[in-house]
């Protein structure tokens, strides 16, 4: 299942994103590190759910793969990584998830997908706005990706939990996610 934002991202957001593609670059790179590390700690945290396990491990290992192909191009501009920081709007999203074993579990799916879903909104703009070649290539590819990634989420949180209860929380997740999104100032990020 495709998930439909609720706020959609101005279009100059993608502009100044290749205006200032070599800030982008790092914070991109961070995303994808941080993405494979969420991946292995579901790994972690859920041994005994069988099919989130392969997922998450699948995952980890693409999201990995995205993190090499970032930094290889960062490299080839003479970029570095930067140390890491909190992302203000996953740690805002965060805060919405609930507590309780079984709340936990589905929010921080459906959180997740969520966050896959602004990333494929997000570098599909971008790839949009970029002139043709290998980095246009590169972002189309990363879109197709990660609009995977929000629908194996959710196919996920509809396996373990009742289908209609998870999407009455989606829908919850998505107007929070809104909300935070909207509110947040337009630079070259990620989030």
Known sequence: MMIELKYKTPTDWA??????MDRFLPDHAAA???ASSM???MVSHYP???ELVAAMVDLAIEELNHFRAVVKLMQERGLHLLP???DPYVNELRKSIRTGKDLFFMDRLLV???IEARGAERFGMVADVLPGGPLKKFYRSITQ???GHETL???LAELYFDPGVTRLRLEQLLETEADIISGLPLRPALH
């Not at 502009?15 to 200032?20: F, L």
């Open 84 to 86: 890491d920081e909190k």
């Open 32 to 34: 994808e590190k941080k």
């Open 48 to 50: 005994d759910r069988p």
């Open 153 to 155: 989420f959710i196919d």
């Open 112 to 114: 997740a997908g969520i």
């Open 145 to 147: 990706s990660e609009e």
């Open 39 to 41: 991946a292995m700690t």
């Open 15 to 20: 502009e100044g994103v290749v205006d200032a």
